[in-house]
């Protein structure tokens, strides 16, 4: 029996050789550890159930409706919206008769998590002062993150946020999530709907 090296055949050898050692190579390396703070991220997003998203401001809840639908993604949290009336100290704390401005507010919303295969639950509640409101709703719901959308009209001697933004971020048994429109982007935004 005759063996016979061609140079064609050695090189296919060692090229196959150096190939698979590569390849078990990258296979059985160790990656590096993952930072302390990123894998505990990553878990308390996918333990999120219920995202809560109060209506306020028309075009910036509406945006923040999207929000709250893209960070759910995946996830399959229950979303509730809730439009809350503020009613004004002179009047009395009651359930003002149907209002054809919220429920197109709250159909919009709804519209928009339907969009992201989120079937939403919505309901309407008054009260005196909305901040208030929505961190008890948020206490009532169990709730696991605020998503908020606020524009950027404030009033004299205000924080940044706005009075209820400023409540739910301070006062919030969860997560918060604001989400403040840019002045460039509030003439995009309809701030009712026909």
Known sequence: MNLVLSPLGITLAVAFTVGLAGTLGWMLRVPPPAPRGATSSVRSVESIRKVLVPILDLGASVRAVELAARLNQGHKAE?????????????????????????????????????????????????????????EIAREENADLIVMGISHQNRPNESPLG?????????????????????QKVSLIPSEFN
């Open 79 to 135: 979303m509730v919206i809730v439009y809350v009336h503020e009613i004004p100290l002179q009047a009395p704390l009651a359930m003002p008769e149907r209002d054809p401005r919220i429920q197109r507010a709250l159909d919009a919303a709804a519209f928009i998590a339907t969009q992201h295969a989120i079937t939403p639950r919505t309901k309407v509640n008054v009260a005196r002062q909305a901040g208030h409101r929505i961190v």
């Open 163 to 183: 009075r209820v933004a400023e409540h739910v971020v301070r006062n919030a048994p969860c997560e918060v999530v604001v989400d403040r429109v840019p002045r």
